[in-house]
């Protein structure tokens, strides 16, 4: 009998079946995949085997005991979720051996020198940058992620390890880096669960995967013996192309942004035109500055030097205000940070975008607020059991949705698109370049910020790559092939986050 | 998290009875509310009398005003620990008008709203653009004003307030008092503003997310300084209406004005982080605190032991709240 066992567990909650008659077997020494498009119920479902959250029916076995005898049995599995969640201002070593109980600093005195002793063995096991006397948020973003997993491992009793979409943050290198650990942690006979959206992640570290659709297990599978398009058929329920280009086909208009000497704060004398009709593309390497100078573009950091000239007037600097009011939106890759009001209903988070459509004499029609707000839900086909629900209830891709559908309710003339599709499963983001694509068939000026090279590729007429906060090239993207764009990326540097 | 195909089919028929009574807002408070009621009334003889009702109104009337101003800035995500002072500032500022200076007493009162308007939006000023925490900012603020309120009174009150201004603080419209009419009018107006308008949903956004509320182009820092400034407006006018009741600026006027009013919009649901709650929880709040301290001075508790015991039992409110609200949110 497998080491893990779900059989037949159901979850429901009010308006949503989540999980429906869930499948499972993951042995030891094995990497298990799961996959599945965004609101599938991988989230759910992990939530259900940390025991975090009670199941309906169904039995979950592990080490074949049952854990509704025995809830202790959770105790053997270990979760990394998605979300840093760490203690910034506490060193390493304390946020290494939280809770202190579990890791075997049970004594009503913590020995700090033995702390200190035995986090540099974790940081060494797992290859973490950092000294055990650090603050935690002053080391990077991919060893705190490293150090979730380490901390994972403190815990002396884990035998499966959970990782949910561990690499979203991390830079090829980085993710070379974690996939080490993974593969030792197997070896060791531990029994790893993967999710990531990333298919080349999949397919190099998964032993086996399963396929979630709609809340029901699609199938299960040895990864040896599956086909990177058999897998996106399961998980899609149908065909989707990945050689389809989304290039506009209209010829690009007048000039309607254009950027002259702009420096800032981690971006030195950026200058570049956008037309109508076009998608521009940025690349670069994670830190290259495409977001802190879109950033500055949009005013949201305010740039030191610099002229932008939007729609042949100049625009007023470090004013995100100025810049909605003459058309221009930038839809930041921080979803979470930047995006959703979470406590506010997806009736409103959609709502406030439109206020000066629903209220033009000040006060709101809630009739006129209903009639927009339908057609985005109904047009983005966002999934949500009421309009009245809190948006931080809804899935990370339906949250998305609700940001980009707002966003085009406004009609804007230029669009910053930071990382359009980052944390999106294969079938939203088939959905997100078609928006783009016949929003700039309709005159709006696209900026297109992405880390991977071939999405731009299918996308952008034309690119602009940024090395080290400078502008280093731009390519006709018919004209050009992939060799010379990632020249221009890496500039002298090496290669990092290029795809 | 969610089943896609579930998500289309599920009916909301299917929520239970608890979790959509859960859902209703401030139906916990609102219920609270009743209960203290008709409990005070079965407990005290006294408490349901016109004479009792008229002071529990006048009483929430100014705590109440002020009340508003503190739960805007609350869902804003902001405090303001300076709003007694600011209350207590103007009141005397306006005696020294009226009686020492002899001015015209409207013109007075106008003035009066005025500074507090201004002292208001003086602390969001600095909140924005020094970047400086509203909590900590304003408990030196208070000092600020409580101190300019000794230098120009020496803690002495000024009496002799003309009668014209009194009959703001001791009249009555239709049997109610007129500062409660004020207290209605001013909530009206406020929750309004708070459901219908774009700046009350700008309101709410800004405390939900302030980053994500930039990058929507909101003009963040300014709704900022104006909720400030209305905040300020509201204590100001408590405190001048506090003077027109007394008849005399007392120096003291304000200093009951600043926790209440937190722990009032606490209790009606606003919460401290901000971009929840609204207005009318807030006063349903100070409705409550005001008939449990009513209560008390009716059973004739030792007046040494009344501040023990309200606060004990606004405790027991607000924990009430919260228990009964994860218990039903349990059922759904």
């Known amino acids: 009998m497998a080491f893990l066992r779900v059989q037949g567990i159901r979850k429901e909650f009010p308006g949503v079946v989540a999980l429906d008659n869930v499948d499972l077997e993951i042995e030891r020494g094995t990497v298990h995949v799961f996959a599945g498009e965004n609101g599938a119920g991988k989230s759910t479902l992990i939530r259900a085997l940390t025991g975090i959250m009670p199941v309906d029916s169904g039995t979950i076995h592990i080490d074949g005991r049952d854990t509704a005898e025995d809830k202790s049995l959770f105790d053997l599995v270990a979760y990394v979720p998605q979300e840093l969640n760490v203690f910034p201002h506490m060193s390493v070593a304390e946020n290494l051996f939280m809770p202190f109980d579990k890791s075997g600093f049970g004594g009503a005195v913590l020995s700090g020198s033995r702390m200190t002793r035995e986090a540099q063995e974790y940081l060494d096991r797992f290859d973490i940058h950092a000294r055990p006397d650090q603050a935690v948020g002053s080391i990077a973003v991919s060893d705190r992620q490293l150090l979730q997993i380490a901390r994972a491992a403190t815990k002396k009793s884990f035998q499966i390890l959970i990782l949910d979409e561990p690499t979203t943050s991390l830079t090829t290198k980085e993710i070379e880096r974690l996939f080490k650990i993974i593969r030792q942690l197997r070896d060791e006979g531990k029994a790893i669960v993967f999710v990531s959206h990333k298919m080349d992640e999949i397919f190099e570290i998964g032993t086996t995967v399963t396929v979630l659709r709609n809340g029901q297990t699609v199938g299960h599978r040895a990864m040896d013996e599956v086909t990177e398009p058999e897998l996106i058929r399961m998980m899609s329920g149908g065909e989707i192309r990945l050689d389809q280009t989304f290039l506009p086909e209209t010829e690009p208009g007048e000039p309607i942004l254009t950027v002259e000497h702009l420096s800032g704060r981690g971006f030195t004398d950026a200058s570049f035109t956008l037309r109508r009709g076009e998608i521009l593309g940025f690349a670069g390497l994670i830190g290259a500055g495409r977001s802190e100078l879109m950033q500055g573009v949009f005013g949201y950091k305010k740039p030191k030097h610099g002229r932008i000239v939007l729609k042949g007037e100049e625009l007023r600097l470090g004013s995100p205000a100025a810049s909605v009011a003459g058309g221009v939106l930038y839809l930041s890759e921080e979803r979470k940070l930047h995006g959703i009001l979470p406590t506010l209903s997806v009736r409103e988070n959609i709502g406030i975008s439109v206020l000066d459509q629903t209220a033009p004499s000040g006060v709101i029609s809630g009739s006129r607020e209903r009639s927009i707000v339908g057609s985005v839900i109904d047009d983005y086909d966002i999934k949500t059991s009421s309009w009245e629900k809190k948006i931080m209830f809804l899935s990370g891709g339906n949250q998305q949705k609700a940001i980009i559908g707002r966003a085009m309710a406004r009609r804007p003339d230029v669009l910053i698109f930071d990382e359009p599709t980052r944390g999106i499963d294969v079938r939203n983001k088939v959905e997100i370049y078609k928006i783009m694509k016949s929003l700039a068939e309709e005159g709006v000026g696209i900026i297109m910020i992405s880390s991977e090279l071939a999405e731009l590729k299918r996308c952008a007429t034309r690119i602009i790559t940024m090395h080290d906060g400078e502008i280093s090239g731009e390519f006709d993207t018919m004209t050009t092939d992939a060799d010379t764009l990632v020249s221009a990326i890496i500039g002298s540097g090496e290669l990092r986050h290029v795809v | ?332």
Request: glycine share 12%.
């Open chain 2, 1 to 332: 998290m969610s089943s896609e195909v579930a998500a289309e089919t599920a009916s909301p028929a299917k929520r239970t009875l608890a979790s959509r009574i859960a859902a209703v807002p401030l139906l916990g408070v609102f219920t609270a509310l009743v209960v203290i009621f008709v409990v005070s009334c079965m407990l005290s003889p006294h408490f349901l009398t016109p004479y009792n009702m008229t002071i529990i109104s006048r009483t929430l009337a100014f705590v109440g005003l002020v009340t508003l101003g503190q739960s805007m800035l609350m869902i804003l995500g902001e405090l303001d620990l300076s709003l007694g002072a600011i209350a207590g500032l103007c009141g005397v500022v306006g005696g020294i008008m009226m009686v020492q200076m002899g001015w015209n007493p409207w013109l007075s009162f106008a003035l009066c709203l005025a500074l507090g308007t201004f002292c208001g939006m003086f602390n969001g000023f600095l909140v924005v653009a020094l970047r400086l925490h509203s909590l900590v900012l304003t408990i030196g603020m208070a000092g600020v004003y409580g101190g300019a309120n000794l230098v120009a009174t020496k803690g002495v009150a000024i009496t002799g307030i003309p009668d014209a201004i009194r009959v703001l603080g001791n009249s009555k419209l239709y049997g109610v008092p007129v500062p409660f009419v004020i207290l209605v009018v001013a909530l009206i107006v406020i929750t309004f503003m708070a459901v219908k308008t774009p700046f009350g949903r700008y309101l709410y956004a800004i405390g939900n997310n302030p980053p994500a509320a930039r990058m929507l182009g909101i003009r963040v820092d300014t709704i900022r300084v104006l909720v400030f400034a209305a905040a300020g407006f509201l204590s100001a006018l408590a405190g001048m209406l506090m003077v027109a009741r007394l008849g005399t600026a007392q120096p003291s006027i304000g200093e009951g004005w600043v926790l209440a009013p937190i722990a009032a919009s606490v209790i009606g649901g606003v919460a401290t982080t901000g971009g929840v709650g609204s207005p009318i929880g807030a006063i349903l709040g100070a409705a409550i605190i005001g008939i449990i301290e009513n209560i008390i001075v009716l059973f004739g508790v030792s007046p040494y032991w009344q501040s023990m015991v309200s606060g004990a039992i606004v405790v027991l409110a607000i924990s009430f709240d919260s228990i009964s609200r994860r218990y039903l949110r349990r059922e759904g």
